[in-house]
């Protein structure tokens, strides 16, 4: 339904409601919002939209999202290359970095196996992770996949696929989240929490 | 319209930004669909995972919609097995075939029980033992049932060793000697006619049995070409298993 905005106006507002977490309402009060700081917010905002187009490409190293061929993470000489973490999506990937904790590098698989989707190892970038864990720097590879069906699944398989190379796998702990109480969480998440319990002191 | 049953989540998938659309096989009317709403949402993710035991009421203005599922955890099955490979690979066979294999909205109370009986066993020591039993449960259930009691030709109960891969009755190794299609056969495993102790060697032959006839009678049934990958999987790795 037309708002008599204009059909340029029209336009940005229904490109804009296919975002995630935006519809058609959010979507016309963000851009209306653009609109009456045009200065402040429209011209950088078109301007930093021309130049991620311009520039936004996936690492041919680890699968990344960054602005240059190789990402600013593996091209870092500050990082660990003998840590590899291997994550689901970009996302991940970028959840991981907010934490400042890894230091070392990535590799993004790009999904996992998917009994329901038909997603298969031939869908996944397993023959790069394989061969990146055959080269002599690497020393460990963590598997930091959701604690999901699928997602366990291919951290099973990858760790059968990484067995003949002289690298240790692990995978991420799962257990009680903090700020977590026992009485909210599901039985599943307590049992891994219960079996993945550590000596205390 | 609303209805209230309990019953295994055998599919899940997202829905828009916050729904789910899940697949729950039930007691009383088999595998049933219907929308979770805020089911694709991190709070109801640990609850919808393959193989929970839910409790659900379904609502929808008329019979023949898809309706809306609100629903409650009863049991987590797939924690219990995450750590273990083979187990969890059985786990998402046993789900993936349901999902396959299963007409929409129609009630199998023996293969429910079956399946109960398989999904509370995953995380002890046989449950190979239990998923070969059920898949051969699963095709009686679907109208393929295999007569392994006795054989097809002499009808003797003993020294049967063999499965018509055309009829899917027992034949004995006596009356199979020296025929023409003999080589044809399908290995019996002694487990599956009362013998035996359920080696991994006769787990996988139960289980090229059983897929033989999935594949090539419940599949063109269904009109749905091969089996789905998570139960060649599990195949792959019971295979590997016995070696």
Same mark, same amino acid.
């Given at each position: 339904?037309?708002? %008599? ?15 995630? %977490? ?72 970028? *959840? ?62 990858? *760790? ?12 991420? *702990? ?28 | ?28 009317? %088999? ?123 002499? %009808? ?17 190794? *006596? ?69």
């Amino acid at each position: 339904m037309s708002d %008599g905005a204009g059909k340029e106006i029209e336009r940005l507002i229904e490109l804009m409601s296919r975002l995630p %977490g935006l519809g058609p309402r959010s979507a016309r009060r963000a851009v209306l919002a653009m609109i009456q700081r045009r200065s402040m917010m429209l011209e950088p905002l078109a301007q930093a939209l021309a130049d991620v187009s311009a520039t936004a490409r996936e690492c041919v190293e680890c699968g990344n999202i960054g602005t240059s061929d190789v990402c600013a993470i593996c091209a870092d000489p500050r990082r660990d290359a003998s840590l590899v973490c291997v994550v689901e999506d970009v996302s991940d990937l970028w *959840a991981m970095e907010r934490t400042a904790q890894f230091r070392g590098r990535y590799h993004v698989l790009g999904g996992v196996l998917s009994a329901l989707d038909g997603t298969g190892p031939e869908e996944l970038r397993l023959p790069r992770l394989v061969a990146l864990a055959g080269a002599p720097e690497v020393r460990e590879v963590i598997l930091a996949l959701g604690t999901t069906v699928d997602g366990q699944t291919t951290a099973h398989y990858i *760790a059968e696929a990484l067995a003949g190379c002289s690298v240790e796998v692990s995978s991420l *702990a799962q257990g009680v989240p903090v700020g977590g109480e026992l009485d909210y969480l599901d039985d599943g998440t307590i049992s891994a929490a219960l079996r993945a319990r550590r000596v205390m002191g | 319209m609303e209805w209230q049953d309990e019953g295994v989540l055998v599919a899940m998938r997202r829905h828009g930004e916050s729904a789910a659309i899940i697949e729950v096989f039930t007691a009383t009317r %088999g595998r049933h669909a219907g929308l979770v709403p805020g089911g694709g949402g991190r709070r109801m993710a640990p609850v919808l995972q393959p193989g929970a035991q839910l409790a659900v009421t379904w609502r929808a203005r008329t019979e023949d919609h898809l309706g809306t599922y609100r629903v409650e955890p009863m049991q987590a099955r797939a924690a219990q097995v995450m750590h273990d490979a083979d187990a969890l690979a059985g786990l998402s066979a046993t789900t993936a075939l349901l999902s396959w294999a299963l007409p929409e909205r129609e009630a199998h109370p023996a293969l429910y029980a079956r399946t109960l009986e398989l999904l509370d066993a995953l995380p002890g020591p046989d449950w190979p033992l239990h998923y070969a039993l059920w898949e051969l449960a699963l095709l009686a259930d679907m109208g393929f049932g295999l007569d392994l009691e006795r054989c097809a030709l002499t %009808g003797a109960t003993e020294g049967l060793a063999f499965v018509s891969p055309r009829s899917g009755r027992a034949v004995t190794a *006596a009356a199979a000697a020296g025929q023409p299609w003999a080589a044809k056969l399908l290995p019996l495993p002694a487990f599956l006619h009362g013998d035996g102790d359920g080696s991994p060697g006769e787990i996988a032959r139960a289980l090229a049995l059983s897929g033989h006839f999935l594949e090539h009678w419940l599949a063109p049934a269904l009109e749905r070409r091969g089996l789905p990958e998570a139960r060649a999987r599990l195949v792959s790795r019971l295979g590997r298993a016995r070696v």
